[in-house]
């Protein structure tokens, strides 16, 4: 069964830097044909796809967010670290981590997701 | 910046079928994706490379493609199928992804 689990802070202040662990199971981030990305949702709001890694460390950013995001992974250790840099109130949102599905070099698809972890920015 | 356009919501009476639309310019290069989200759950696959459906899907849920246009056709829409749901593709270049807007399903 495959699984991920989102961890972090619950609370951030403004200006901090955010550092969120998706750690997997039941599949290796070795796997050529998978990655791991970070999606999130403000409250009431729609899904925003933040970064992707994949298992030869090919990594891409959200045009608009990219001068603060950093993606990394510990394959030994199943997990996929998310970095963002100069938080703010606007950032508040459930960040959830997804498995990537990739079949040959046209499709790419999220399946499963994580049950996701909201973080909050407030002084 | 690359954009999907969903309609905000649809509405449908129990057993009528729902179809969902997502209007993208690169779609006729690239696949899309449909994601079904409860309230305080995760997003769910429902359909991918436009017209597939993972195993444990109800065959109710269909995709298609025409041009610059996937939909999402739920026939035969029951209560539970009352959701968000989220195309999902890539920008000309498959590099950036991008989700649309969402869509609410209302089943009167």
């Known amino acids: 069964q495959v699984t991920l689990k989102e961890s972090g802070p619950v609370l951030v202040k403004p200006t901090e830097t955010l550092t969120l662990t998706c750690t997997v199971s039941g599949f290796s981030l070795s796997n050529a044909r998978m990655g791991v990305s970070w999606i999130r949702q403000p409250p009431g709001k729609a899904l925003e796809w933040l970064a992707h890694i994949f298992s030869n460390d090919e990594k891409s950013y959200s045009t608009s967010l990219k001068s603060r995001l950093t993606i990394s992974k510990d394959t030994s250790k199943s997990q996929v670290v998310l970095t963002m840099t100069n938080m703010d109130p606007v950032d508040t949102a459930t960040y959830y981590c997804?498995?990537?599905?990739?079949?040959?070099?046209?499709?790419?698809?999220?399946?499963?997701w994580g049950q996701g972890t909201l973080v909050t920015v407030s002084s | 910046s690359y954009e999907l356009t969903q309609p905000p919501s649809v509405s449908v009476s129990p057993g009528q079928t729902a179809r969902i639309t997502c209007s993208g310019d690169a779609l006729p290069k690239q696949y899309a994706y449909w994601y079904q989200q409860k309230p305080g759950q995760a997003p769910v696959l429902v359909i991918y490379?436009?017209?597939e459906r993972p195993s444990g899907i109800p065959e109710r849920f269909s995709g298609s493609s025409s041009g610059t246009t996937v939909t999402l056709t739920i026939s035969g829409v029951q209560a539970e199928d009352e959701a968000d749901y989220y195309c999902?593709?890539?920008?000309?270049?498959?590099?950036?992804?991008?989700f649309g807007g969402g869509t609410k399903l209302t089943v009167l």
């Open positions: 999902q593709s890539a920008d000309s270049s498959g590099t950036l992804w991008v």
């Open positions: 490379k436009d017209s």
């Open positions: 997804a498995r990537i599905l990739k079949d040959g070099d046209c499709c790419t698809w999220f399946d499963p």
